[in-house]
């Protein structure tokens, strides 16, 4: 800005307006290409801080989605990892097909039902995924027995919620997920076990899979028997609502049609 009058409020309000410098009359070229050229350099420097401003910007984006493709190269790794280590587990008790992936299913679709929303249904599909992880700590001659257990083996044979929690607990993604196997053969009565918890006590997680489990339990193959159908499950699941298994729960599962449980099952039931 250049001008004859030199007033404080004059000078203030040019500046105000966006003038990078206020010059008064008379003035001496020189003193103009000084200013000129301090006016361009701050023109560079702020067109400079721009462009860099810009490139960081594009750089931040470009790492952000470098990491989150790795995060989620991560995740499948993990993934298949406990897919693969489940479907070992599976094989040992001869299941037919995966049971652990089954009830993983069963569970997830009982929750959705039941309005169960991320970040918990991650956590409900590694719980129930994993649920019998601890029965690595059971001896074969225990879990692979053909007749009935005798007090003594039942004792072993109930160590294994423990087991799977301490296996996991102290694994960081998988830390809610041991507190689901922890609960998943408690009963709403209090008579299940390791701890004989009962009522809201036990994780909704845990009650949710209880039916899950059952589900498919009974209409599975199983080596002592041929599948149970359909009607006989559900018929069980209302014999024991309010005893094994959370009364509300059991409404909002039996709330779910035929069709969609076998949709997930991939077969048809009985």
Same mark, same amino acid.
């Given at each position: ?20 410098? =206020? ?28 462009? =860099? ?8 984006? /470009? ?14 790794? =993990? ?26 299913? =069963? ?65 960081? &993604? ?5 507190? &689901?196997?922890?609960?998943?053969? /408690?009963? &709403? ?11 809201? /006590? ?6 949710? &899979? ?48 035929? /069709? ?11």
């Amino acid at each position: 800005m250049i001008t004859a009058l030199s007033d404080m409020e004059t000078a203030l309000s040019t500046i105000h307006l966006g003038a990078d410098d =206020y010059i008064t009359k008379p003035f001496s070229v020189d003193n103009i290409v000084v200013k000129a050229k301090n006016a361009l350099e701050k023109r560079r420097l702020i067109l400079e801080n721009r462009k =860099y401003q810009n490139e960081l910007e594009l750089k931040v984006l /470009e790492q952000t989605r470098v990491i989150r493709a790795a995060m989620e190269e991560i995740n499948l790794s =993990y993934e298949s990892t406990l897919s693969a280590l489940v479907r070992s587990l599976d094989a040992r008790e001869s299941e037919v097909g995966s049971h652990s992936e089954r009830v993983m299913n =069963y569970t997830l679709l009982l929750a959705r039902n039941m309005g169960i929303t991320e970040p918990d249904l991650s956590i409900i599909a590694k719980g129930a995924l994993l649920h019998d992880i601890g029965k690595i700590g059971v001896s074969d001659n225990i879990l692979l027995k053909p007749g009935k257990l005798t007090p003594e083996e039942w004792i072993e044979m109930k160590k294994h919620p423990q087991i799977g929690h301490d296996i996991l607990s102290d694994i960081k &993604f998988l830390k809610g997920a041991s507190e &689901f196997i922890l609960s998943h053969h /408690e009963r &709403f009565d209090g008579k299940g076990y390791p701890n004989g918890v009962k009522g809201p /006590e036990i994780p909704i997680s845990a009650r949710i &899979f209880a039916l899950a489990d059952t589900l498919d339990a009974m209409t599975s193959d199983r080596p002592y028997r041929k599948a149970l159908p359909y009607k006989v499950m559900r018929e069980e699941i209302m014999t024991c609502k309010g005893s094994q298994f959370d009364p509300e729960i059991v409404e909002e599962f039996l709330a779910i049609r035929r /069709e969609q449980w076998e949709e997930v099952a991939g077969h048809r039931f009985i």
